[in-house]
């Protein structure tokens, strides 16, 4: 194992500072790229980090969670590890359909059919975006060609069997036993994994966001780590809380049918000390359990 510092990608301030770790400013890209984006505006971005970010970076801190989007280049950058597989805590499956480029729901599509990533797991989602109501807003095609699979809790996914995807969905009724049955996963098929945490799957004891939230605890985030020792060749975290209004009309109404509201100055302070404890362990976590 070999001892590598984050990378804050920092476009909204709400990592913090982190002991040792490299930080990229981003603010004048916020607008731009948080939420969602066009693909011409997402390959700016992309050359920029090629110019700027260091090359063996660790943990790499994007922010909120409305920056996911941004795991698709990340996993890209580490092409010359693979074959690898992809783990990803969240809450939602983030393989929504999104017609006007890429956004924060709708990059593990793109990351799915990478040839040189295995597979996709997509764990903790207790999302109604699995449910029969937004069955058509799922992209099908990574789901029948095997590469993804969903693990999940408290969604009826009856209609998964109906297509015959019956197989990508793994339903629980609740987080033990979820997490007790993908680190048996993990065992039985041990493979080089790229880490992605979106806190919106913890619960809101466990790390406070402005999405809706899943119900992992930390104690299950680290058994599932745990399982993966020696064998991450590379992570990102998001999820954190950051207040911002947009200047984009669509980009407001979207994020508003997400059901993201404002956070009180007062709580936003307590919200992201909490986050930021969090995110102590977890690369504490993953250090060890890094290649």
Not at 22 to 45: H, K, S, Y
Not at 191 to 216: C, E, H, M
């Amino acid at each position: 194992m070999r001892k590598r510092d984050p990378l804050i990608l920092d476009f909204d301030g709400s990592v913090g500072e982190i002991a040792g770790a490299t930080t990229v400013p981003l603010g004048d890209w916020q607008e731009a790229i948080r939420f969602g984006c066009t693909l011409r505006t997402f390959a700016r971005l992309r050359r920029h980090l090629d110019a700027v970010a260091p090359p063996g970076h660790g943990t790499v801190l994007m922010g909120s969670g409305d920056y996911h989007h941004l795991t698709w280049p990340l996993v890209e950058r580490q092409r010359a590890r693979g074959p690898f597989q992809l783990v990803v805590f969240d809450n939602h499956p983030d393989n929504m359909r999104f017609p006007w480029g890429i956004h924060c729901g709708s990059w593990v599509r793109k990351v799915a059919m990478l040839p040189y990533v295995n597979h996709v797991h997509v764990v903790g989602i207790t999302s109604s975006d699995i449910g029969a109501g937004h069955a058509w807003e799922n992209y099908l095609q990574p789901l029948r060609a095997g590469k993804l699979t969903y693990w999940c809790m408290d969604v009826d996914v009856g209609w998964s069997a109906k297509l015959g995807l019956q197989d990508a969905f793994r339903r629980f009724d609740d987080p033990d036993a979820l997490t007790a049955a993908f680190v048996a996963q993990l065992r039985q098929a041990p493979q080089p994994t790229y880490l992605s945490i979106d806190k919106d799957a913890f619960s809101v004891a466990t790390a406070r966001t402005n999405w809706d939230q899943g119900r992992l605890e930390e104690h299950h985030a680290m058994a599932i780590i745990e399982s993966l020792r020696g064998r991450i060749v590379a992570s990102d975290i998001n999820g954190e809380v950051s207040a911002y209004r947009y200047r984009t009309w669509w980009k407001r109404l979207l994020s508003g049918m997400d059901g993201q509201e404002p956070v009180p100055q007062h709580e936003l302070d307590a919200w992201q000390a909490q986050q930021r404890e969090l995110n102590t362990r977890l690369l504490a976590a993953i250090g060890e359990s890094s290649i």
